[in-house]
């Protein structure tokens, strides 16, 4: 079988490490994989040599219109999947307006009733609107979380032809019987902007230095947010327990070595950040934000803190650090998330489309 996927970018963030992922996986099973990127900038992860991969050369998604129209065109007649709901739109149209026989299947990786009002007002009375009146239109569906698809079908009357696919996570079975050498730091991981909400973690790890005052808290990560939170783990005079480590292209010592990773973001798709941290043994505290948290916190491996509570998340951060923990039980709660049962799931899905 032949699989097509458009993205945006592959530079990056989850969405473009799941695109790579799935596409690499699926083409070590005798397929052929072609992915069509808009931008020309390259990849941030590895993608398999058998894996096509054609750049379009477009910065946006309006500009990629009459490009997207010529892949439509060539791939007429088969499935594809878009990892970008305004992409997608813009597919829809190009379909109906030249009449193509194009399948086509939107993954969805964020909240996107949520996502949208932090957007800007044009964004807003633009995008919004043409989601809620066309999106019913897609031939398929893959939602990252169960938050997510409830969010779809109350906000955007999504069809049935849906389904809900985690992100999937690389296991390595050698790390098991590895000694765990815990150090007295609490781990941030992903990008410094104000979606991901970390001045809420900083806040909650002031009034948790109040009973474990000799521990750290290391954000590694860059982003616009950066010199804000400097300034308040300043103003908080905890500047000193606070390290920035900036990107970092290796996070696994990070995970290894942390006591816990935290995560208060007003909202997800299903963060990978919270899988890593699992899969390297470390437990993991969240607030309860639409989406994902809530699909991967058990009580084996971690724990769900009421949204936007500080007190709340300052608490857990205590019990976890408190709590003995069975580390290879943490590790094992990732046995779900593996990626050939993951890309399975990709594939099947995209099959019955």
Not at 120 to 144: E, H, N, T, W
Not at 158 to 182: A, G, T
Not at 291 to 319: C, Q, T
Request: proline residues 3%; charged residues 25%.
């Amino acid at each position: 079988m032949h699989y097509y996927f458009i993205i945006n970018s592959l530079i990056g963030g989850g969405t473009e490490k799941v695109c790579c992922q799935i596409s690499s996986r699926l083409s070590q099973d005798k397929n052929d994989v072609t992915i069509f990127v808009l931008d020309d900038e390259g990849s941030s992860y590895e993608v398999s040599d058998k894996v096509k991969i054609v750049y379009l050369g477009k910065t946006s998604t309006l500009k990629s219109f009459w490009k997207l129209k010529k892949v439509l065109k060539d791939i007429n007649g088969h499935s594809v999947l878009i990892f970008n709901h305004e992409l997608s739109l813009v597919a829809l149209l190009i379909k109906k307006l030249f009449k193509y026989n194009v399948k086509i299947i939107s993954r969805i990786n964020n909240t996107l009733s949520v996502t949208i009002k932090h957007k800007s007002k044009k964004y807003q009375y633009v995008v919004s609107p043409l989601m809620k009146a066309f999106y019913r239109y897609i031939d398929g569906y893959i939602f990252q979380s169960t938050g997510i698809q409830k969010d779809m079908n109350d906000n955007y009357s999504v069809n049935e032809r849906y389904v809900v696919i985690n992100n999937p996570i690389e296991r390595f079975k050698s790390d098991v019987d590895k000694e765990i050498k815990k150090e007295n730091y609490i781990l941030y991981v992903g990008r410094l902007v104000k979606q991901k909400n970390i001045k809420d973690t900083i806040k909650a790890f002031s009034l948790f230095l109040n009973t474990f005052p000799d521990y750290k808290l290391v954000i590694v990560g860059d982003g616009p947010e950066k010199e804000s939170l400097m300034q308040l783990s300043k103003k908080l005079g905890i500047e000193s327990n606070v390290s920035f480590a900036g990107h970092q292209k290796n996070t696994k010592p990070y995970y290894e070595n942390a006591k816990l990773t935290v995560l208060s973001s007003f909202n997800e798709g299903f963060p990978n950040v919270l899988l890593e941290s699992i899969l390297y043994r470390t437990p993991i505290v969240s607030y309860d934000c639409p989406s994902g948290p809530r699909d991967i916190i058990n009580d084996h491996n971690g724990i769900l803190v009421e949204y936007l509570s500080v007190e709340k998340l300052a608490e857990a951060m205590s019990f976890c650090i408190n709590k003995s923990w069975n580390y290879n039980g943490i590790y094992h709660t990732t046995e779900k998330y593996s990626l050939e049962k993951i890309t399975s799931q990709y594939g099947k899905f995209i099959k019955s489309i």
